[in-house]
């Protein structure tokens, strides 16, 4: 969207219901509550049953990365976020401090988002984690 590098949410989830609200009036983003959320430093569940959504998998943490390419600073500093709302796509300017981000192994995947299932039908390209998100 008007050339700009950005990351493009399907859907955006929280746990507290309180502060999907507050997310929800101070910016019109659109934070799902997820019923369900269960985490550990192994694992992370969570359901949403409104929409039939369910995500798991297992994840073994690794080395922090180095140095960070051009998209990896893109997608936890200084990003664009897309998100479709009724007839439009809203686009959402981030700018925050750099998170620091790992290289995780993820294990026993299990993603069922129903409503995406035509755009979830592959590997992703990448995975990474930082505690920042």
Known sequence: ???KTGLYFLSIEGVINLSCK???FISDI???EFQQVERSYTYYRS???NFEDELYFEFKVDK???TKTKIDNLSTEIYAIFQ???MYINQYEIHHLSWLVEYVEINNLKCNYPRFSK????ESDKIQYSTGV
């Open 1 to 3: 969207m008007n050339n």
């Open 22 to 24: 507050i997310a929800r």
């Open 30 to 32: 659109t934070y799902m």
């Open 47 to 49: 359901s949403n049953t």
């Open 64 to 66: 922090q990365i180095g």
């Open 84 to 86: 479709d709302y009724d």
């Open 119 to 122: 755009f979830i039908d592959n």
